[in-house]
């Protein structure tokens, strides 16, 4: 039975995420409150390790789900029935917008889109550190690596990097 929600849970992830694979969190997010397949403790860990393993995030997060869950077949459900509706949406899309790409509601929609995804991650986000920030050391790291990666660009492993040096110092030394 718990295959079946695995299937269903993540086959609806797949049809309405939107914006790669952190679209997928919010989603995750309500699954850890309906279910008790995960917290949101494991949720954040499932994250920064799909984030640092090769592969789309949402994949790995939904692999690493399905495995915690329901073991390999559990896994296997979960990234199969996420990446389904991607793969008949893209050939059902592709065919669409090559016959109406100049259609102005078609461009209106995907630009309505944009926005609407950034603020499901915005809200995430906020859900997911709102526990983890603990203390002023962590929101002044949060603040200024947010501040350096928006003014510099780089590599965001390159920011990982730092607040794991940074992290790992506080830790030893104070």
Known sequence: M??????????RIGLFSFGGGYATLPFLYQISQQYSWYNLEELAQMTAVA????????????????????????ALISTLSEMLPSFILVIIVA????????????????????????AL???V???????EIKDLKSM???LILLLLSWKTKKDPLFYMLISMVVGVGIVIFL
Request: charged share 15%; hydrophobic share 50%.
């Open 140 to 142: 002044s790291l949060l």
């Open 125 to 131: 986000a906020i859900g997911l550190l709102r526990p």
């Open 95 to 118: 065919k669409l917008l090559k016959k109406f790409s100049d259609n102005f509601y078609v461009k209106a929609v995907i630009e309505t889109l944009k926005p609407i995804s950034c």
């Open 2 to 11: 718990i295959v079946l929600q695995l299937a269903y849970e993540f086959f």
């Open 121 to 123: 991650l915005t809200s």
């Open 51 to 74: 984030s640092i393993t090769p592969g789309p995030v949402g994949i790995n997060v939904a692999t690493y789900a399905g495995l915690k869950t329901a073991g390999v077949l559990g």
